[in-house]
């Protein structure tokens, strides 16, 4: 069982669009986070929810809006599409927010805006 | 403010030989410090942490990190490096005045050649 998933794998779309990415975990962790990896590799986190609250939001267009439907999920709804949006956004979760658990990323989301 | 650098862009290492990647951190108060490995095309994976104890800390794959509080450093070792560790590594600092958000390094492409 895949402890972190995320879809799509691949997003190609246009400027102006709106799209969601998907995650899921399965490892009853109560804290899940949003990262951006752009083209150098450096990595921005963007949201984190704890146990369904939004704990962190990061300097990021409201274009790019989080939503948990349960603890298990979290969703990264992206309005308006431009092309600085491009990059691999990874999902991740931990037991808690406070200890230092270790995070458990997702495989990615490559999303390309052209 | 909390942070964490990794100086070296790449590092090449031949097969068998022991390898370093180096992190040095700022923070206020008690570091809480990772390793995480990315492999091509795939999410991030924790390897080890240093939270309190020992200086020396064992993780995955054989790596370790080795904590030194007076030179605020926290270098990933291997005795013997594998083809196969051939990937890029980040180390990362909690940032405990900032809802906890892990800083990361930029990142190292760690080469390990036949």
């Known amino acids: 069982d895949t402890a972190v998933s995320q879809t799509p794998k691949y997003l190609v779309t246009q400027m102006g669009n709106d799209k969601s990415i998907k995650c899921e975990q399965n490892?009853?962790?109560?804290?899940m986070y949003w990262y951006k990896q752009d083209s150098k590799k450096f990595l921005k986190i963007m949201f984190s929810?704890?146990?369904?609250?939004?704990?962190i939001n990061e300097t990021v267009p409201n274009r790019f809006s989080p939503k948990s439907p349960d603890k298990a999920h979290l969703n990264l709804h992206i309005n308006s599409l431009e092309l600085g949006d491009s990059a691999v956004y990874f999902c991740?979760?931990?037991?808690?927010?406070?200890?230092?658990?270790?995070?458990?990323f997702g495989p990615g989301t490559r999303l390309t805006v052209t | 403010a909390q942070s964490v650098a990794q100086p070296e862009d790449q590092v090449n290492v031949a097969e068998g030989n022991p390898l370093t990647v180096k992190c040095t951190y700022s923070?206020?108060?008690?570091?809480?410090l990772f390793w995480y490995v990315q492999y091509p095309n795939r999410g991030l994976q924790f390897l080890l942490k240093?939270?309190?104890?020992d200086n020396l800390v064992k993780g995955s794959y054989g790596f370790e990190a080795e904590f030194n509080k007076s030179q605020t450093s926290f270098h990933l070792k291997k005795p013997s490096a594998l083809v196969s560790d051939s990937a890029l590594y980040f180390c990362?600092?909690?940032?405990?005045?900032?809802?906890?958000?892990?800083?990361w390094g930029a990142g190292t492409k760690l080469i390990i050649k036949p």
């Open positions: 991740a979760s931990s037991q808690d927010l406070v200890e230092s658990y270790e995070q458990y």
């Open positions: 490892l009853g962790h109560d804290t």
């Open positions: 929810y704890n146990n369904k609250e939004l704990i």
């Open positions: 923070v206020s108060g008690n570091p809480y």
């Open positions: 240093y939270i309190t104890g």
């Open positions: 990362a600092v909690r940032d405990m005045d900032s809802n906890y958000q892990l800083i």
